[in-house]
């Protein structure tokens, strides 16, 4: 479902070198990724801050074009298919909304809607049913800027799944959530993948997140891999150590040092 051979992707930033003068500078976000994710599993996707881990979902997701190396996300090339991708992806960025402030919630999945085009009897459908397993039915009328972060976060999540994809990749989406509205968006992550078959990649520094839903773990530091391999596995990297926020405390240590 996802497929990444060699991908690089840089950035050259230009900076002051002096009261005049200005340098450029490449940074190398993501080296020479290669990793596959194949249909129905749940894959998480940890690394430091800087690690590149923004970089690769914007890769995924068209938003980006990868300096070298090939990407297919459901068969497609991200940036030069983003249209067609969309379609057969879902995204959410917890740090950001894809719904429309000032509108009613309901009105933004009207809008959501159209763009995808997706039918009507098909659309009230799949509303009905994730107003049902996210709650949502008592804010649709509100509109989203009134809306709690939890509240707004099931909401981003509906939006994404609106159209039925095949792939959904979130980007944190349990930052800033209390105890519970994080157990209600996990249940119904675990739900997705294992009931619909929907293949999720997740980005999150809460490490929580990862033990209770991902069976794989990929770890990205400095833009390259620096492991692959189940939950178990990860743990058994420091055996000694009890948590796994410890465990991956020492692999991000490691990296750094490496
Ligand atoms: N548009 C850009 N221009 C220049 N440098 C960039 C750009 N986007 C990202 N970078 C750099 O690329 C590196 C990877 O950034 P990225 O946002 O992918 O990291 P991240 O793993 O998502 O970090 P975080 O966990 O803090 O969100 C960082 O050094 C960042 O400063």
Same mark, same amino acid.
């Given at each position: ?66 300096? *070298? ?7 497609? +090339? #991200?940036? $030069?298919? /983003?249209?067609? !991708? =969309?379609?057969?992806?879902? %995204? ?17 999945? *009207? ?7 997706? +039918? #009507?009897? $098909?659309? /009230?459908?799949? !509303? =009905?049913?994730?107003?049902? %397993? ?125």
């Amino acid at each position: 479902m996802i497929e990444l051979e060699g991908v690089g992707r840089s950035f050259t930033v230009r900076r002051k070198a002096g009261r005049l003068r200005r340098d450029t500078h490449v940074v190398h976000a993501v080296r020479d990724l290669s990793f596959e994710v194949t249909a129905g599993e749940f894959v998480g996707y940890l690394g430091p801050n800087g690690a590149g881990k923004s970089t690769t979902i914007k890769m995924l997701t068209g938003i980006l074009s990868p300096t *070298t190396g090939r990407i297919r996300v459901a068969g497609l +090339d #991200p940036s $030069r298919r /983003r249209t067609a !991708l =969309a379609r057969r992806i879902g %995204v959410v960025f917890g740090q950001r909304t894809m719904l429309w402030w000032d509108l009613p919630l309901k009105d933004s999945f *009207t809008l959501i809607r159209h763009l995808y085009k997706v +039918d #009507p009897v $098909r659309h /009230r459908n799949r !509303l =009905a049913e994730l107003c049902d %397993v996210l709650d949502l039915g008592g804010f649709l009328d509100k509109p989203v800027r009134q809306l709690s972060l939890g509240q707004r976060m099931r909401g981003d999540i509906a939006a994404a799944l609106l159209h039925d994809p095949a792939v959904l990749v979130l980007d944190e989406p349990t930052i800033g959530l209390d105890v519970v509205s994080k157990a209600a968006v996990r249940g119904f992550l675990r739900r997705l993948n294992a009931e619909r078959g929907t293949t999720v990649l997740l980005t999150t520094h809460d490490l929580g997140d990862i033990e209770r839903l991902c069976r794989r773990v990929m770890l990205i530091d400095h833009g390259s891999l620096a492991f692959d391999g189940t939950v178990e596995e990860l743990r058994a990297t420091a055996p000694d150590e009890t948590s796994i926020e410890d465990v991956v405390t020492r692999l991000y240590t490691r990296a750094v040092q490496s």
